[in-house]
């Protein structure tokens, strides 16, 4: 069974893919949020980034999947953040969906930060549209086989 939750909190947009059952404590959902308006995209100066910007790292620290996307730089700051917990009595395959911004214009997207804590250690990550140097965003972080999925997502951009 493939799991969906919606959690609009300022402005980041966290979608799941599938359907939460009742016994789920993620108490945010908002279904059929559209997630496909991104409007003006506005690029930063690609030559102001000494980094690769698509490439999308993904580490195990303990028991959490560390998602990055981008890399911190000089004045940028936290324009985003949320985290969220679901549990389920059988072997889930999650699909959490991050845009940002929620709506309106954001701020220049430098890098973003999803931790994740599940059962199993199998998942993923991609861009699916924007991206790093532009002012909007949207990524897939994936866990597979999981009993819980645990999250907390920051974006860190520049005004």
Excluded: C
Aim: hydrophobic share 35%; aromatic share 10%.
């Amino acid at each position: 069974m493939h799991q969906q939750v919606e959690v609009l909190i300022g402005s980041l947009l966290i979608i799941a893919v599938g359907s939460i059952p009742t016994y789920s404590n993620s108490n945010n959902i908002q279904p059929d949020t559209p997630i496909d308006d991104f409007g003006e995209i506005d690029f930063l100066e690609i030559s102001t980034f000494p980094y690769e910007t698509t490439e999308i790292v993904v580490d195990e620290v303990d028991a959490n999947l560390r998602y990055t996307f981008g890399k911190r730089v000089k004045n940028d700051r936290l324009v985003s953040q949320n985290t969220d917990k679901s549990y389920w009595p059988s072997p889930q395959n999650v699909t959490l969906i991050l845009q940002y911004p929620g709506s309106g214009q954001g701020a220049i997207v430098t890098f973003v930060e999803v931790i994740v804590n599940q059962s199993s250690n199998i998942g993923a990550g991609r861009i699916i549209a924007g991206g790093i140097g532009m002012r909007s965003i949207a990524s897939i972080i994936e866990g597979n086989r999981t009993y819980w999925f645990n999250y907390s997502a920051n974006i860190y951009g520049i005004y």
